[in-house]
């Protein structure tokens, strides 16, 4: 019996594993939609429609009382008078722009050499961030009373080593640094924060090689560490340039911004809530505030927008 030939089986193609479209069911369409217009409506009717209604009333005179009928428009004669007849203003804004290069000067540079300190994993480094961090958490108003306990004339920490009598929330000459050193004792912390987690995400290899190569731990950081640093930088800028311009309540507990302490802010909110209440006045003061910011904004995100492309 002769043998059959064998006929060879075909290989069985292998089959697609066909995707399993799950729908979403109509509970999770409502939740969905809800997430998006929620936030959307938030953000829209607490940030954007108050933002667009002060640039359109800073073109406008108003006391704020009686209907929107009594609105007189008057063009650009707000800010004309901002910027010739309100003498509040030009210290307002030297106050600011020094507010702005105290912050940049002292607290961002303590905070940044503050994280590359703790970065190095110092013995009881965890308690070091507690403590320096503590101040973030607290809101500039409270500052302002535990910093009254050091520059109390009578009672104060300050007077008592110095042997003097010097009121330094009263006194124009004083007032203004001594807020500010009370502002960067908080400022400092955050720097550190975000300096902090920033170093964590460098890459131990950039160090590694810089440190073969010969390079000093201070020439590793100005020469490798901070160019690689480039996104943090640019958000502590961004960063720093927001809190000068929105700095408020410390010297509004104070004083309601007088006396030496006046700020853009504190202007804003003495024309708006004040007893002579001039809500167009007080809204080109607050569109020169968001102009401001807006240039310091569009510089961030075009940044974080090219690097992104490249």
Same mark, same amino acid.
Request: aromatic content about 10%; charged content about 15%.
């Given at each position: 019996?002769?043998?059959?030939?064998?006929?060879?089986?075909?290989?069985?193609?292998? +089959?697609?594993?066909?995707?399993?479209?799950?729908?979403?069911?109509?509970?999770?369409?409502?939740?969905?939609?809800?997430?998006?217009?929620?936030?959307?409506?938030?953000?829209?009717?607490?940030?954007?429609?108050?933002?667009?209604?002060?640039?359109?009333?800073?073109?406008?005179?108003?006391?704020?009382?009686?209907?929107?009928?009594?609105?007189?428009?008057?063009?650009?004669?707000?800010?004309?008078?901002?910027? +010739?007849?309100?003498?509040?203003?030009?210290?307002?804004?030297?106050?600011?722009?020094?507010?702005?290069?105290?912050?940049?000067?002292?607290?961002?540079?303590?905070?940044?050499?503050?994280?590359?300190?703790?970065?190095?994993?110092?013995?009881?480094?965890?308690?070091?961030?507690?403590?320096?961090?503590?101040?973030?958490?607290?809101?500039?108003?409270?500052?302002?009373?535990?910093?009254?306990?050091?520059?109390?004339?009578?009672?104060?920490?300050?007077?008592?080593?110095?042997?003097?009598?010097?009121?330094?929330?009263?006194?124009?000459?004083?007032?203004?640094?001594?807020?500010?050193?009370?502002?960067?004792?908080?400022?400092?912390?955050?720097?550190?924060?975000?300096?902090?987690? @920033?170093?964590?995400?460098?890459?131990?290899?950039?160090?590694?090689?810089?440190?073969?190569?010969?390079?000093?731990?201070?020439?590793?950081?100005?020469?490798?560490?901070?160019?690689?640093?480039?996104?943090?930088?640019?958000?502590?800028?961004?960063?720093?340039?927001?809190?000068?311009?929105?700095?408020?309540?410390?010297?509004?507990?104070?004083?309601?911004?007088?006396?030496?302490?006046?700020?853009?802010?504190?202007?804003?909110?003495?024309?708006?809530?004040?007893?002579?209440?001039?809500?167009?006045? @007080?809204?080109?003061?607050?569109?020169?505030?968001?102009?401001?910011?807006?240039?310091?904004?569009?510089?961030?995100?075009?940044?974080?927008?090219?690097?992104?492309?490249?």
């Amino acid at each position: 019996m002769s043998d059959l030939p064998t006929v060879p089986v075909a290989a069985k193609a292998p +089959t697609r594993r066909r995707r399993r479209h799950v729908q979403a069911t109509g509970t999770d369409r409502i939740f969905l939609a809800l997430m998006v217009i929620v936030p959307t409506a938030l953000v829209v009717g607490l940030v954007w429609l108050p933002a667009v209604a002060t640039v359109v009333l800073s073109f406008a005179s108003w006391t704020g009382v009686g209907s929107l009928d009594t609105i007189k428009w008057i063009g650009t004669q707000n800010y004309v008078d901002v910027f +010739t007849i309100y003498p509040p203003f030009k210290p307002a804004l030297t106050h600011n722009v020094i507010w702005l290069v105290f912050l940049f000067m002292v607290p961002t540079c303590l905070g940044i050499f503050l994280a590359v300190l703790l970065d190095r994993e110092l013995r009881a480094t965890r308690f070091y961030q507690t403590a320096f961090f503590l101040p973030v958490v607290l809101s500039l108003a409270l500052i302002g009373f535990i910093w009254q306990l050091i520059y109390s004339r009578d009672q104060g920490l300050l007077n008592a080593v110095l042997h003097t009598q010097i009121d330094w929330y009263g006194d124009s000459r004083w007032n203004l640094w001594a807020v500010l050193v009370a502002a960067g004792w908080k400022h400092a912390g955050y720097i550190m924060l975000l300096y902090l987690a @920033g170093l964590k995400g460098v890459d131990p290899s950039l160090r590694e090689a810089a440190a073969v190569d010969g390079a000093s731990p201070v020439r590793t950081f100005f020469s490798v560490v901070l160019p690689v640093m480039k996104p943090i930088n640019i958000i502590i800028i961004v960063v720093t340039v927001i809190e000068a311009l929105r700095a408020f309540d410390i010297v509004w507990v104070i004083n309601k911004g007088t006396n030496g302490l006046e700020l853009i802010s504190t202007l804003v909110t003495a024309n708006v809530v004040g007893e002579a209440s001039r809500i167009g006045f @007080g809204s080109a003061l607050a569109t020169i505030m968001l102009v401001i910011s807006l240039v310091f904004i569009t510089i961030f995100l075009s940044t974080v927008m090219r690097g992104e492309r490249r």
